[in-house]
């Protein structure tokens, strides 16, 4: 429920969302609400309590708001970032767990509302056990730009409909400055500690924070930077007079030349200067602590605290091997002769295996993307009971940000619909956009993949407010995996070229948890996990460099995909083996997505709830 500190915004970028929120009762009001208390039931009790807290979260939360498309009195400010924040917000994290077991009753609740005790209680829980690893978390990587962020944001997220609108948008490029200074104290406090960045993180991040300063007001080339240009276009298209148009426009540059530049320069001065600290392009093991703080990232992006590294790294080894054999079998299919090693290389220098690396190919890509996304809402009643409201769209990575921007990823909807879900793909360079995959990644990121369950999970009445924006790594990953199997099984895939790109994503999956624990755990170098990479997998050797890095850099993330999927998966087969012919994939499905994201853990046993009381009914 909260967000601490800039680098965890950037973590969370896309997926932050808000409301606009009350103040906090005071202690005068505190005797009226007890009294009141006392004539609701636990479940009304509970879901106040609930309520209470995620308000006062988002009071305090500009950008959650913003994220969530409401403008209060904050709505020209950024949140406090500081240290100080984060050690505030986990006293009160404790002291909300405290109450939550103190004042209610876990047994006198009704089921719904014990699924969301256990949601928030395992949420308290983990954010409590993050705490001492705060430091760890990098302040810059190849995957998170703290100078890109605000842009994406303001671009993004920062509506304009009125004169008070822009002149909080010049509030926010002015409010950079204090930002920035908490970001940089970030960085120095975790230097201090000897944490800083992977030693292939500074080229990239410099570079996409210098570009932010191309362009007017700070060349003359022409253009606008990013920012001025959003912004002349958000007061341009006000209903004011010309003066005030200019005058708005007149303070924003101002901004621009002052803080923003000054935030921007500063930042890229601290990162040079911490350069030569870096501990190389290692795993997390060569860090204070390594060791244990890659147990908690395991613990974290997978919800599974028993699971371990060794686990991990022979489930993924297993599974590698088979996808080798059912790549192996579409190999001969389609009449390749030769080894899938050589089959690798074809697929990555083929030529019609790419689309021209022309802005018409760029959007050949975009257009054939939308069909597939667009095919699956042909049967969908099949296979769904419910669908979110929230429009999809489909666009390409603003090419200012391509350089630290993931190859695809999905940024939610706000949860009016105000604003669509949307799957960006990053097509800085066409000749790594392999065809063959693009089906694969159209489902993932769009639908059936993380837009019908995070759409659906915002769109969710009668849970708590929380709930709808809690965040399970394994869960939405693994949703977004078990969506391209799916989508499999729903007949799409006809072309068996297409198959194979399906494989080769899930191929992808099953190696990264090999290399992550590799990487991590068993101290194996960055080229030893890019040829890992390369030997199981037809992505280019620049895909899978980024890749690579992205693991590095974010410990454990990668492991959410296959050990989600693989979950979701047994627990199906599980409910198909004991319902037989009263299993219906829909009725599945609405178990999965109706309490948004959960832990494993948890889903477990809504499963297992649902097949008890499917054979009861029919009993």
């Known amino acids: 429920m909260k967000a601490s500190r800039f680098k965890a915004l950037l973590a969370a970028a896309t997926s932050l969302t808000l409301l606009s929120a009350p103040a906090y009762a005071g202690h005068h009001e505190a005797g009226e609400a007890a009294a009141e208390a006392e004539a609701q039931t636990e479940d009304q009790r509970l879901a106040a309590f609930f309520e209470e807290l995620f308000q006062r979260d988002l009071a305090n939360s500009p950008l959650f708001q913003a994220q969530l498309g409401m403008k209060t009195e904050r709505y020209g400010e950024w949140d406090d970032f500081s240290d100080a924040e984060a050690i505030r917000q986990f006293e009160e994290t404790k002291d909300d767990l405290k109450r939550l077991r103190e004042e209610f009753d876990y047994e006198a609740l009704s089921e719904q509302s014990k699924i969301s005790y256990r949601i928030f209680e395992f949420l308290q829980e983990r954010a409590i056990r993050d705490h001492e690893y705060r430091f760890h978390g990098y302040a810059f990587s190849t995957m998170s730009n703290p100078m890109t962020f605000p842009v994406t944001f303001m671009q993004n997220i920062h509506r304009v409909d009125d004169v008070s609108d822009a002149e909080a948008y010049i509030s926010r490029l002015n409010g950079l400055k204090i930002a920035g200074e908490q970001l940089i104290e970030s960085i120095d406090m975790a230097a201090e500690r000897g944490i800083v960045p992977t030693s292939f993180s500074f080229d990239p991040v410099i570079t996409d924070a210098s570009n932010l300063l191309k362009g007017a007001p700070f060349d003359d080339s022409g253009e606008d930077t990013a920012v001025l240009a959003d912004f002349k276009s958000k007061v341009n298209a006000l209903e004011i007079d010309q003066s005030e148009k200019d005058r708005l426009i007149g303070e924003a540059i101002t901004a621009l030349e002052g803080p923003y530049r000054d935030t921007i320069n500063n930042f890229i001065a601290k990162v040079e200067s911490i350069r030569e600290d870096s501990h190389g392009p290692n795993g997390v093991w060569k860090l204070p602590d390594g060791k244990a703080y890659y147990e908690n990232r395991v613990a974290f992006w997978t919800t599974e605290s028993d699971l371990t590294a060794k686990e991990i790294h022979k489930i993924g080894l297993e599974d590698v091997k088979r996808i080798r054999g059912e790549m192996e079998a579409i190999m001969e299919q389609v009449g390749f002769e030769g080894t899938l090693s050589e089959f690798f290389t074809f697929l990555r220098t083929d030529p019609s295996n790419f689309f021209p690396d022309t802005e018409e190919g760029k959007q050949a890509y975009l257009d054939q993307s939308k069909a597939y996304i667009d095919s699956i809402y042909e049967d969908v009643d099949q296979y769904f009971n419910i669908l979110p409201k929230a429009p999809l769209e489909v666009r390409a990575v603003e090419e200012w940000r391509e350089q630290t921007a993931p190859i695809a990823f999905y940024n939610r909807p706000t949860p009016d619909g105000s604003r669509p879900g949307i799957y960006y793909t990053n097509l800085k360079d066409m000749t ?185 009914d029919r009993a």
């Open 432 to 616: 790594t956009k392999q065809k063959h995959e693009m089906e694969t990644i159209a489902y993932h990121e769009g639908a059936p993949g993380h837009h019908f369950q995070i759409a659906i999970q915002q769109e969710l009445e009668g849970v708590p407010t929380f709930q709808k924006f809690a965040f399970f790594g394994a869960y939405t990953e693994g949703w977004g995996l078990y969506s391209e199997q799916l989508a499999k099984e729903q007949g799409r895939f006809t072309d068996p070229m297409q198959d194979f790109g399906r494989l080769q994503n899930e191929m992808l999956r099953a190696a990264r948890l090999v290399v992550d624990t590799g990487v991590h755990a068993k101290k194996w170098s960055r080229e030893k996990a890019i040829k890992y990479m390369l030997d199981n997998n037809p992505m280019t050797e620049e895909d899978a460099t980024k890749e690579i890095e992205r693991y590095i850099d974010i410990p454990g993330q990668a492991l959410s995909y296959k050990i989600g999927m693989i979950k979701i998966l047994d627990l199906r087969e599980k409910a198909m083996t004991e319902l037989g012919d009263d299993f219906d994939i829909r009725d599945f499905h609405d178990i999965v997505l109706k309490n948004g994201a959960v832990a494993l853990p948890i889903l477990e046993e809504l499963i297992d709830a649902y097949i008890a009381k499917t054979k009861a």
